[in-house]
T-cell receptor, first 115, second 114 residues
Framework: AQTVTQSQPEMSVQEAETVTLSCTYDTSESDYYLFWYKQPPSRQMILVIRQEAYKQQNATENRFSVNFQKAAKSFSLKISDSQLGDAAMYFCAYEGGAGSYQLTFGKGTKLSVIP | EAQVTQNPRYLITVTGKKLTVTCSQNMNHEYMSWYRQDPGLGLRQIYYSMNVEVTDKGDVPEGYKVSRKEKRNFPLILESPSPNQTSLYFC?????????????FGEGSRLTVL
């Protein structure tokens, strides 16, 4: 079974600074997808960024980017120019390929942004 | 507006009193799923459905039932709720065959079982 590990239960960052959230996963598959979801205090789950394992290029979405290291099974999220609205729980998630549609989530990292 | 709608959003009930949490999506998604979220445990999948009349167990199915009689609806049934089912529940949906696998989530249902 796949596992997803987020080793940082809580993190904080100064407004306008950069922060990196860590995620590692365990799988024997070669084709899969990785995601970062954001959960603000409103509880809504919001997709931040996704990465296909077969793509070597790291995904980016505006201020959000990932460092995907397939051999190391690492998938970290970098948030640049942090804003107060970035304060939330962040979940790393894994989905197996070949039509799996099953998401395995990490336990989450609570990010605080200090004004 | 494309959305996944859950009801009720908040519910307090007592042990053993059957309840149903409804989930409806208006995006014609084939895949639907239920998760529960508990502090320190992240989200864990309860049940999922690949299409009408096709359902399967996730990681924590004990104490729950589901049905998928219509494509848009995927209710979660707690036949005899117990306090350990106190949790935040999320319904989610997506297209089958969509390569990026993005899930669309409902707003969550906070359930307390006394």
């Amino acid at each position: 079974a796949q596992t997803v590990t987020q080793s940082q239960p809580e993190m904080s960052v100064q407004e306008a600074e950069t922060v990196t959230l860590s995620c590692t996963y365990d799988t024997s598959e070669s084709d899969y997808y990785l995601f970062w979801y954001k959960q603000p205090p409103s509880r809504q789950m919001i997709l931040v960024i996704r990465q296909e394992a077969y793509k070597q290029q790291n995904a980016t979405e505006n201020r959000f980017s990932v460092n995907f290291q397939k051999a190391a099974k690492s998938f970290s999220l970098k948030i640049s120019d942090s804003q107060l609205g970035d304060a939330a729980m962040y979940f790393c998630a894994y989905e197996g390929g070949a039509g799996s549609y099953q998401l395995t989530f990490g336990k989450g990292t609570k990010l605080s942004v200090i004004p | 507006e494309a959305q996944v709608t859950q009801n009720p959003r908040y519910l307090i009930t007592v042990t053993g009193k059957k309840l149903t949490v409804t989930c409806s999506q208006n995006m014609n998604h084939e895949y639907m799923s239920w998760y529960r979220q508990d502090p320190g445990l992240g989200l864990r999948q309860i049940y999922y459905s690949m299409n009408v009349e096709v359902t399967d167990k996730g990681d924590v199915p004990e104490g729950y039932k589901v049905s998928r009689k219509e494509k848009r609806n995927f209710p979660l049934i707690l036949e005899s709720p117990s306090p350990n089912q106190t949790s935040l529940y999320f319904c989610a949906s997506s297209f089958v065959g969509q390569p990026d696998g993005e899930l669309f989530f409902g707003e969550g249902s906070r359930l307390t079982v006394l």
